[in-house]
Protein backbone atom coordinates (compact mmCIF):
# COMPACT_ATOMS: atom_id res chain seq x y z
CA UNK A 1 0.00 0.00 0.00
CA UNK A 2 1.24 3.37 -0.90
CA UNK A 3 2.32 5.68 1.54
CA UNK A 4 0.52 8.91 2.15
CA UNK A 5 1.60 12.31 2.41
CA UNK A 6 -0.49 15.82 2.84
CA UNK A 7 1.37 18.99 1.34
CA UNK A 8 0.06 21.97 2.68
CA UNK A 9 0.39 25.34 0.16
CA UNK A 10 0.73 22.20 -2.31
CA UNK A 11 -0.59 24.74 -5.41
CA UNK A 12 2.51 27.51 -4.08
CA UNK A 13 6.16 27.59 -5.65
CA UNK A 14 7.56 25.16 -3.04
CA UNK A 15 4.78 22.79 -1.78
CA UNK A 16 4.20 21.90 -5.49
CA UNK A 17 7.54 20.89 -6.02
CA UNK A 18 7.53 18.90 -2.87
CA UNK A 19 3.72 17.02 -4.38
CA UNK A 20 5.61 16.53 -7.65
CA UNK A 21 8.48 14.96 -5.87
CA UNK A 22 6.10 12.86 -3.84
CA UNK A 23 4.42 11.67 -6.61
CA UNK A 24 7.16 10.61 -8.36
CA UNK A 25 8.31 8.78 -5.48
CA UNK A 26 5.14 6.81 -5.14
CA UNK A 27 3.20 8.03 -2.15
CA UNK A 28 -0.48 9.20 -2.14
CA UNK A 29 -0.64 13.47 -2.09
CA UNK A 30 -3.33 15.19 -0.89
CA UNK A 31 -2.83 18.87 -1.25
CA UNK A 32 -4.65 21.69 0.63
CA UNK A 33 -4.57 24.97 -0.76
CA UNK A 34 -6.37 28.78 -0.47
CA UNK A 35 -5.38 29.57 -3.66
CA UNK A 36 -3.92 32.90 -2.23
CA UNK A 37 -0.69 32.57 -3.45
CA UNK A 38 -1.04 28.99 -4.89
CA UNK A 39 -2.33 28.20 -8.35
CA UNK A 40 -3.82 26.05 -9.67
CA UNK A 41 -1.73 25.56 -12.88
CA UNK A 42 0.74 24.41 -9.98
CA UNK A 43 -0.99 21.38 -8.80
CA UNK A 44 0.37 18.04 -9.70
CA UNK A 45 -2.53 15.69 -11.61
CA UNK A 46 -2.23 12.99 -9.77
CA UNK A 47 -2.51 14.53 -6.11
CA UNK A 48 -6.22 15.70 -4.96
CA UNK A 49 -6.68 18.81 -3.87
CA UNK A 50 -8.79 20.59 -1.34
CA UNK A 51 -9.13 24.08 -1.35
CA UNK A 52 -9.15 25.09 2.10
CA UNK A 53 -7.05 27.54 4.24
CA UNK A 54 -4.97 25.90 6.99
CA UNK A 55 -6.77 27.23 10.22
CA UNK A 56 -9.90 25.85 9.05
CA UNK A 57 -11.80 23.21 11.01
CA UNK A 58 -12.48 21.24 7.69
CA UNK A 59 -8.37 21.21 7.54
CA UNK A 60 -8.46 20.18 11.30
CA UNK A 61 -10.70 17.09 10.10
CA UNK A 62 -8.46 16.28 6.88
CA UNK A 63 -5.37 16.53 9.28
CA UNK A 64 -6.90 14.36 11.83
CA UNK A 65 -8.86 11.26 9.61
CA UNK A 66 -6.48 11.13 7.01
CA UNK A 67 -4.29 8.38 7.95
CA UNK A 68 -1.25 10.09 6.72
CA UNK A 69 2.40 9.25 7.01
CA UNK A 70 3.73 12.65 6.59
CA UNK A 71 2.32 16.31 6.45
CA UNK A 72 4.68 18.41 4.78
CA UNK A 73 3.73 21.85 5.91
CA UNK A 74 4.38 25.04 3.87
CA UNK A 75 1.45 26.85 3.60
CA UNK A 76 2.18 30.13 4.77
CA UNK A 77 1.59 33.97 4.79
CA UNK A 78 5.18 34.55 3.22
CA UNK A 79 4.93 38.62 2.82
CA UNK A 80 7.99 40.42 4.73
CA UNK A 81 6.43 43.55 4.29
CA UNK A 82 2.89 42.00 4.87
CA UNK A 83 3.86 40.81 8.44
CA UNK A 84 4.95 44.05 9.06
CA UNK A 85 2.14 45.66 8.16
CA UNK A 86 -0.27 43.74 9.74
CA UNK A 87 1.23 41.68 12.14
CA UNK A 88 -1.74 39.89 13.30
CA UNK A 89 -2.85 38.44 10.17
CA UNK A 90 0.61 37.17 10.02
CA UNK A 91 -0.05 35.66 12.94
CA UNK A 92 -3.36 34.05 12.59
CA UNK A 93 -2.48 32.61 9.15
CA UNK A 94 1.46 31.54 10.25
CA UNK A 95 0.76 30.36 14.09
CA UNK A 96 -2.55 29.64 14.81
CA UNK A 97 -2.88 27.50 10.96
CA UNK A 98 0.20 26.30 12.05
CA UNK A 99 -1.19 25.28 15.92
CA UNK A 100 -4.71 24.17 13.76
CA UNK A 101 -2.33 21.70 11.52
CA UNK A 102 -0.31 19.89 14.60
CA UNK A 103 -3.04 19.72 17.37
CA UNK A 104 -4.95 17.93 14.90
CA UNK A 105 -1.91 15.79 13.74
CA UNK A 106 -1.84 15.10 17.48
CA UNK A 107 -5.61 13.93 17.79
CA UNK A 108 -4.84 11.51 14.74
CA UNK A 109 -4.69 7.63 15.50
CA UNK A 110 -0.92 7.70 14.35
CA UNK A 111 0.28 10.81 14.50
CA UNK A 112 2.48 11.87 10.86
CA UNK A 113 5.75 13.26 10.86
CA UNK A 114 5.30 17.04 10.46
CA UNK A 115 7.49 19.01 8.23
CA UNK A 116 7.58 22.37 8.86
CA UNK A 117 8.77 25.29 6.33
CA UNK A 118 10.74 27.41 8.22
CA UNK A 119 13.00 30.48 7.59
CA UNK A 120 16.77 30.82 7.77
CA UNK A 121 17.16 34.21 6.44
CA UNK A 122 14.60 35.31 8.85
CA UNK A 123 15.45 33.66 11.97
CA UNK A 124 18.91 34.25 12.73
CA UNK A 125 19.07 38.08 12.44
CA UNK A 126 21.76 40.46 12.02
CA UNK A 127 23.36 39.29 14.97
CA UNK A 128 24.98 36.46 13.42
CA UNK A 129 27.98 36.66 11.12
CA UNK A 130 27.16 33.93 8.31
CA UNK A 131 27.24 31.29 7.54
CA UNK A 132 25.15 30.87 10.49
CA UNK A 133 24.40 27.41 11.97
CA UNK A 134 21.26 25.62 13.59
CA UNK A 135 22.56 26.48 17.16
CA UNK A 136 23.61 30.19 16.85
CA UNK A 137 20.94 32.41 18.47
CA UNK A 138 17.95 33.54 17.24
CA UNK A 139 16.71 36.87 17.08
CA UNK A 140 14.28 37.65 14.17
CA UNK A 141 13.44 41.43 12.94
CA UNK A 142 10.21 40.55 11.46
CA UNK A 143 6.43 39.80 12.44
CA UNK A 144 7.12 36.85 9.81
CA UNK A 145 10.39 35.36 11.53
CA UNK A 146 8.65 35.96 14.95
CA UNK A 147 5.88 33.51 13.80
CA UNK A 148 8.37 30.94 12.04
CA UNK A 149 10.44 30.50 15.75
CA UNK A 150 7.79 30.82 17.20
CA UNK A 151 6.35 27.44 15.01
CA UNK A 152 9.13 26.01 15.79
CA UNK A 153 9.03 26.24 19.73
CA UNK A 154 5.38 24.75 19.28
CA UNK A 155 7.06 21.74 17.38
CA UNK A 156 9.70 21.40 20.29
CA UNK A 157 6.43 20.93 22.60
CA UNK A 158 4.65 19.07 20.39
CA UNK A 159 7.57 16.34 20.02
CA UNK A 160 8.61 16.36 23.85
CA UNK A 161 5.27 16.10 25.52
CA UNK A 162 2.95 14.27 22.91
CA UNK A 163 5.74 12.35 21.07
CA UNK A 164 5.29 13.42 17.87
CA UNK A 165 7.73 13.50 15.17
CA UNK A 166 8.70 16.87 13.83
CA UNK A 167 11.16 18.86 12.21
CA UNK A 168 11.89 22.37 10.81
CA UNK A 169 13.55 22.86 7.55
CA UNK A 170 15.28 26.75 7.77
CA UNK A 171 14.97 27.57 4.04
CA UNK A 172 17.95 30.49 2.64
CA UNK A 173 16.74 32.12 -0.55
CA UNK A 174 14.47 29.28 -2.40
CA UNK A 175 14.40 30.11 -5.88
CA UNK A 176 12.95 28.44 -9.61
CA UNK A 177 10.47 27.84 -11.38
CA UNK A 178 6.85 28.83 -10.21
CA UNK A 179 8.27 31.15 -8.22
CA UNK A 180 5.93 34.47 -8.16
CA UNK A 181 7.82 38.13 -7.27
CA UNK A 182 7.11 38.54 -3.74
CA UNK A 183 9.35 40.97 -2.61
CA UNK A 184 13.33 40.23 -1.50
CA UNK A 185 13.01 36.77 -1.46
CA UNK A 186 11.59 36.78 -4.87
CA UNK A 187 14.46 38.64 -6.67
CA UNK A 188 15.44 35.55 -9.13
CA UNK A 189 11.82 35.92 -10.49
CA UNK A 190 11.50 39.73 -10.62
CA UNK A 191 14.99 39.95 -12.40
CA UNK A 192 13.64 36.95 -14.87
CA UNK A 193 10.79 39.33 -15.43
CA UNK A 194 12.55 42.41 -15.97
CA UNK A 195 14.90 40.66 -18.62
CA UNK A 196 11.80 39.71 -20.62
CA UNK A 197 10.18 42.62 -20.08
CA UNK A 198 13.49 44.96 -21.60
CA UNK A 199 13.55 46.50 -18.82
CA UNK A 200 16.29 47.75 -16.01
CA UNK A 201 17.64 45.09 -13.27
CA UNK A 202 16.77 47.52 -10.01
CA UNK A 203 19.87 47.05 -7.42
CA UNK A 204 19.59 48.95 -3.72
CA UNK A 205 22.57 50.34 -2.46
CA UNK A 206 25.98 49.38 -3.48
CA UNK A 207 24.54 46.18 -4.63
CA UNK A 208 26.84 43.85 -2.46
CA UNK A 209 23.86 42.26 0.14
CA UNK A 210 24.14 38.84 -0.26
CA UNK A 211 21.93 35.83 -0.22
CA UNK A 212 22.17 32.01 -0.13
CA UNK A 213 20.57 30.83 -3.38
CA UNK A 214 19.14 27.03 -3.09
CA UNK A 215 17.56 25.81 -5.94
CA UNK A 216 13.95 24.52 -5.14
CA UNK A 217 13.81 21.11 -6.92
CA UNK A 218 17.07 20.78 -3.98
CA UNK A 219 14.87 21.72 -1.41
CA UNK A 220 12.24 19.37 -2.48
CA UNK A 221 15.00 16.76 -1.63
CA UNK A 222 15.48 18.27 1.71
CA UNK A 223 12.02 17.76 2.58
CA UNK A 224 11.30 14.25 0.97
CA UNK A 225 14.61 13.46 2.82
CA UNK A 226 13.59 15.02 6.47
CA UNK A 227 9.92 13.15 5.59
CA UNK A 228 11.83 9.81 4.96
CA UNK A 229 15.18 9.47 7.18
CA UNK A 230 15.67 8.85 10.90
CA UNK A 231 15.94 11.92 13.04
CA UNK A 232 17.69 12.63 15.86
CA UNK A 233 16.77 12.37 19.42
CA UNK A 234 14.33 14.93 20.73
CA UNK A 235 15.91 17.54 22.62
CA UNK A 236 16.47 21.25 22.17
CA UNK A 237 14.85 23.77 20.09
CA UNK A 238 17.65 22.90 17.59
CA UNK A 239 17.46 18.90 17.31
CA UNK A 240 15.08 18.29 14.85
CA UNK A 241 15.94 21.77 12.66
CA UNK A 242 17.85 21.74 9.51
CA UNK A 243 19.31 24.35 7.85
CA UNK A 244 18.66 24.02 3.77
CA UNK A 245 21.11 26.00 1.52
CA UNK A 246 23.79 26.07 -0.36
CA UNK A 247 26.53 28.05 2.28
CA UNK A 248 27.76 30.45 -0.70
CA UNK A 249 27.34 33.92 -0.27
CA UNK A 250 25.77 35.40 -3.35
CA UNK A 251 25.57 39.43 -4.08
CA UNK A 252 22.69 41.04 -6.03
CA UNK A 253 25.40 42.05 -8.25
CA UNK A 254 26.80 38.61 -8.86
CA UNK A 255 22.75 37.27 -9.21
CA UNK A 256 22.18 39.56 -11.99
CA UNK A 257 25.42 39.15 -13.46
CA UNK A 258 24.91 35.50 -13.70
CA UNK A 259 21.04 35.94 -14.47
CA UNK A 260 21.83 38.10 -17.84
CA UNK A 261 24.30 35.48 -18.99
CA UNK A 262 21.68 33.15 -18.88
CA UNK A 263 19.51 34.88 -20.72
CA UNK A 264 22.27 35.81 -23.03
CA UNK A 265 20.93 39.24 -22.58
CA UNK A 266 22.62 42.61 -21.85
CA UNK A 267 19.40 44.12 -20.01
CA UNK A 268 20.97 47.57 -18.13
CA UNK A 269 20.91 47.28 -14.20
CA UNK A 270 20.26 50.57 -12.66
CA UNK A 271 20.91 51.58 -9.04
CA UNK A 272 18.25 52.63 -6.62
CA UNK A 273 19.13 53.97 -2.71
CA UNK A 274 19.82 51.54 -0.14
CA UNK A 275 16.34 50.17 1.75
CA UNK A 276 16.55 51.32 5.61
CA UNK A 277 17.40 47.85 7.71
CA UNK A 278 17.92 45.31 4.90
CA UNK A 279 19.69 42.24 6.05
CA UNK A 280 23.17 42.94 4.39
CA UNK A 281 24.65 38.97 4.56
CA UNK A 282 23.11 36.05 4.88
CA UNK A 283 24.12 32.57 4.53
CA UNK A 284 23.45 28.86 6.26
CA UNK A 285 26.08 26.31 7.35
CA UNK A 286 24.13 22.51 5.95
CA UNK A 287 27.05 20.37 7.33
CA UNK A 288 23.84 19.05 9.81
CA UNK A 289 21.39 17.78 6.96
CA UNK A 290 24.40 16.59 5.15
CA UNK A 291 25.37 14.51 8.03
CA UNK A 292 22.00 13.52 9.41
CA UNK A 293 19.91 13.35 6.22
CA UNK A 294 22.37 12.57 3.68
CA UNK A 295 21.29 15.86 1.63
CA UNK A 296 23.19 18.12 0.03
CA UNK A 297 22.33 20.75 -2.89
CA UNK A 298 23.32 19.39 -6.35
CA UNK A 299 22.03 22.52 -8.80
CA UNK A 300 24.95 25.24 -9.05
CA UNK A 301 23.52 28.84 -9.75
CA UNK A 302 24.45 29.02 -12.94
CA UNK A 303 22.45 25.89 -14.16
CA UNK A 304 19.55 26.72 -11.45
CA UNK A 305 19.29 30.14 -12.79
CA UNK A 306 18.96 29.27 -16.40
CA UNK A 307 16.33 26.97 -15.75
CA UNK A 308 14.37 29.36 -13.73
CA UNK A 309 14.67 31.63 -16.86
CA UNK A 310 13.78 29.09 -19.38
CA UNK A 311 10.80 28.65 -17.02
CA UNK A 312 9.44 32.13 -17.20
CA UNK A 313 10.27 32.65 -20.57
CA UNK A 314 8.24 29.62 -21.67
CA UNK A 315 4.77 30.84 -19.46
CA UNK A 316 5.54 34.30 -21.32
CA UNK A 317 5.56 32.39 -24.90
CA UNK A 318 2.06 30.18 -23.38
CA UNK A 319 0.89 31.83 -20.62
CA UNK A 320 -1.97 29.45 -20.32
CA UNK A 321 -0.14 26.05 -19.94
CA UNK A 322 3.33 26.84 -18.53
Not at 107 to 120: D, E, K, L, M, Y
Not at 204 to 230: L, P
Not at 239 to 264: D, P
Not at 287 to 295: F, I, P, S, T
Request: with cysteine.
Amino acid sequence: MAKKALVTGGAGFIGSHVADLLVAEGYEVTVIDNLSSGRRENLNPAATFHELDIGSPETAALVREGGFDVVAHLAAQIDVRKSVNDPAFDARQNILGSLNVLEAAKQSGRPPRVIFASTGGALYGDFVTPPATETDPKDPESPYGIAKLSVEYYMAYYARQHGMECCAMRFANVYGPRQDPHGEAGVVAIFCNRILDGRAMTTFGTGEQTRDYVFVKDVARAVFAAATKSLPAVGPLDARAFNVGTGIETSVNELAAQLKAAAGSDTAIERAPARTGELQRSALVIDKARRELGWAPQVSLADGLRETYEFFAARRRAPATA
